[in-house]
């Protein structure tokens, strides 16, 4: 005898035989009609995680302190030239770049 094992998932129905692992039956939902009207479908209202006022700040404290880092590597004396006082504090934050 063939054990078969039926999932019902809202309109979407899948019955799989166990002993082959073949999907024997697969449905699923009729499509949406065209075209979907997007304020018709029904969202949760959306909530900005951070306001305007502090992403204008942070961006201000991030530009100030990209400045500064540059005007540090651009004071360094050319005997001082190395990687460790150019190159890597331009890959660091905050200049670097993902």
Same mark, same amino acid.
């Given at each position: +005898?063939?054990?078969?094992? #039926?999932?019902?998932? *809202?309109?979407?129905?899948?019955? #799989?035989?166990? *002993? #082959?692992? $073949?999907?024997? #039956? =697969? &449905?699923?939902? %009729? =499509? @949406?009609?065209?075209?979907?009207? +997007? *304020?018709? @479908? !029904?969202? !949760?209202?959306?909530?900005?995680? &951070? ?7 942070? &961006?201000?404290? /991030? @530009? ?8 540090? /590597?651009?004071? /360094?004396?050319?005997?001082? @030239? *190395?990687?460790?006082? /150019?190159?890597? !504090? =331009? +890959? =660091?934050? %905050?200049? $670097?770049?993902?």
């Amino acid at each position: +005898m063939q054990a078969a094992r #039926t999932h019902v998932n *809202s309109q979407h129905i899948c019955q #799989t035989n166990l *002993s #082959t692992n $073949y999907l024997h #039956t =697969l &449905t699923f939902p %009729p =499509l @949406l009609e065209f075209p979907v009207i +997007m *304020s018709e @479908l !029904p969202l !949760p209202p959306f909530v900005w995680p &951070t306001s305007a006022a502090e992403i204008e700040a942070s &961006t201000a404290a /991030v @530009l100030q302190d990209a400045a500064a880092n540059l005007d540090a /590597v651009a004071a /360094v004396a050319e005997k001082d @030239l *190395s990687f460790a006082t /150019v190159i890597e !504090p =331009l +890959m =660091l934050a %905050p200049n $670097y770049k993902t």
